[in-house]
DNA sequence: CGGCATCCTCTTTGATACTG
DNA sequence: CAGTATCAAAGAGGATGCCG
């Protein structure tokens, strides 16, 4: 990106991160960890081959990305995040929240990836830590999610889970506005939502505000 | 912008304030309240007169700025952030701070503008709440700020004070660099900077980390 | 002059094809 | 799998023109 060229800390942040598609490139090394270019490609659904390679070079020089050999297993390389680029954490975290609202709209056919769940699932909090553990499986977007509450907090990740409290299965905004609280389990069925189980394990995630 | 056409808040949020220029307008009403158009220009230096229109208009869309007749002194019309926009202001904030240790490296030639330095200086705070308040004169940019002490917080505005307890002059770099604590006086001298008044002054002004 | 709209050039992006 | 190469389309930057 051109610099904007002020000696301003939002404008420097800009030039280093301000161009098109480099937030979401560290968005999906923040929720991914560390990723082979195929796994990026597919994060990032629409972004040109070339423009990830860019990218990526811009991201390496810039101290926020680090290309390393796998350990043996893989034979390939992979991307990760540096602890400056770790540091984006709160700029993500403050530019989803500010967008979070966008969601509601639904899909205008847009593409959608499950592992996105995870940032606004860790904006939900378990609303009695010491109450049992709940588990409930999700089934949108391209791979099966568990979310879980852990001491307090709730957390997703890719993966099943036997016996899951409840199933909620259906379109993304859908299964996302159950889970955030927006959306009640009518409308969300009207919407295309499959639920079974238990209604009660909703009730134990709540969002923090 | 184009839209990313992902169903994630970061993607969505970058689809409405992801455009070049488009934060740093809001930066620009954020730290200065309602502007005219010639403000807004004057605080960007480098955007193209079509640009700011364009993005202004954008942003009208986005329900973000709003245009609004300035009362009766004024003969023009004011943007103004809408509720919504000022929301921004995490974003900014979070943007802001990741980006300071990019001001460390001084200028390379890059315009600067007074009011900038609010942003930082909103970071500092007074160490000891109950002492007497504390004003610095700043002389840099292109126009004089003053810094002052109130109930524990450190606040930056535009304009002059009499027997202020220091005055910063100089280059932007080594009147930030003290005023953060990054660079002590003897540095900051050789880099430009004139000092008058009272060093305790300074010591009363700490970054909150 | 403040507040844009137009025109033109140059850079960046996006889509696709191709290669080690 | 992990990119590079190519080329058309969109966007940015700069100059200038217009209008109250």
């Known amino acids: 990106m051109r610099s904007y060229e002020q000696y301003c800390a939002v404008a420097r942040a800009l030039d280093v ?8 490139i560290v968005r999906e090394l923040i929720l991914r960890g560390p990723c082979r270019y195929t796994d990026l490609r597919h994060g990032l659904p629409g972004i040109a081959t070339n423009l990830l390679a ?11 990305v680090e ?15 540096t602890p400056r680029g770790r540091d984006l954490g709160p700029v993500l975290e403050s530019l989803g929240r500010w967008g979070s609202v ?7 056919g847009d593409q959608f990836r499950s592992h996105w769940l995870a940032f606004p699932i860790s904006r939900l909090v378990d ?23 852990a001491s307090g907090s709730v957390r997703a990740r890719p993966g099943t889970i036997e016996d899951p ?15 955030v609280g927006r959306m009640d389990l009518a409308k969300a069925r009207r919407r295309g939502l499959r639920f079974e189980g238990n209604v ?7 969002p923090s505000r």
Request: hydrophobic residues 45%.
């Open 67 to 81: 290309k390393v050999d796998a350990p043996p297993p893989v034979a390939t390389s992979l991307y990760e995040l």
């Open 127 to 149: 609303a009695a830590p010491e109450a049992p553990p709940v588990t409930i499986q999700l089934r949108t977007g391209d791979q099966p999610m568990v979310v879980e509450t």
């Open 17 to 24: 991160v301000g161009d098109r598609w480099s937030l979401l």
């Open 165 to 179: 409290d409840a199933v909620l299965a259906g379109p993304p905004d859908a299964v996302l506005g159950v889970l």
């Open 54 to 64: 860019d990218r990526l070079g811009e991201l390496e020089k810039a101290g926020i």
């Open 200 to 206: 009660a394990a909703l009730e134990r995630i709540r």
């Open 102 to 108: 966008l969601m509601e709209t639904g899909r205008r």
